[in-house]
């Protein structure tokens, strides 16, 4: 079991690029989410899903796309980068939507210049 | 929202001490979980306690859901207990697995 997996695990882009934040899970979890971490603060929910083709928005969505059209998979994507976005990305996920243990993928660090 | 609020922010052991960290949260909950994010970053689930006590190994936590507050405490700590342990519970009653964190007890562990 890979558990859920995350690429990149570095990016730079610069200021108004575009990228995808890939997450994958292999755990058949019907519910994922994406987070950030910025320093010297807990982390932000940005994005989550309950099920493929359901997603809805958390603390901090502005700025950030995503889709879910399979269980697995549930990239992040930033249309047009900003500095207010350097962050540390996580996905998470739990076997049911309403409850359970929450596991968390190693982390995808985003620099913007 | 709920307000989830972690103390003490930082703390400083050697090797060996014990320790309590807490958590309080503003409305009542029907999950809490804790975390551990060791120095390169990977966050942990430590425990899922929406209620009582639980333990593992030199970990153990306990949930007074009636009171809003839950306690981990770190016994014969070693150098691999540090980094940042965050407790984190559901942002509505109810609802999704949408959790909301706290920001975290920063640990420290020395040899």
């Known amino acids: 079991n890979a558990g859920v997996t995350q690429t990149p695990k570095f990016q730079v882009l610069k200021t108004g690029q575009s990228m995808t934040l890939q997450c994958a899970q292999d755990m058949n979890h019907e519910y994922m989410s994406w987070y950030r971490q910025d320093p010297g603060m807990g982390l932000r929910l940005i994005h989550y899903s309950v099920g493929a083709g359901i997603t809805d928005q958390g603390e901090v969505p502005n700025g950030y796309n995503v889709s879910r059209s399979t269980t697995e998979d549930f990239p992040l994507r930033l249309l047009s980068a900003a500095p207010s976005q350097t962050s540390v990305y996580f996905c998470a996920s739990s076997y049911r939507t309403t409850e359970g243990v929450l596991t968390f993928g190693a982390g995808s660090r985003l620099t913007v210049l | 929202g709920i307000q989830v609020e972690q103390s003490p922010p930082d703390l400083i052991l050697q090797e060996g001490a014990n320790s309590t960290l807490r958590c309080n949260f503003s409305?009542?909950?029907?999950?809490l979980q804790w975390f551990h994010q060791n120095p390169w970053g990977q966050l942990i689930n430590l425990f899922y306690i929406p209620s009582g006590t639980k333990q593992n190994g030199r970990l153990s936590a306990t949930t007074v859901a009636t009171e809003r507050y839950s306690l981990l405490y770190i016994s014969s700590s070693q150098t691999t207990d540090s980094g940042v342990y965050f407790c984190a519970v559901p942002a509505g009653r109810g609802g999704y697995n949408k959790l909301i964190f706290g920001a975290g007890t920063r640990l420290a562990v020395h040899p």
């Open positions: 409305d009542s909950v029907n999950n």
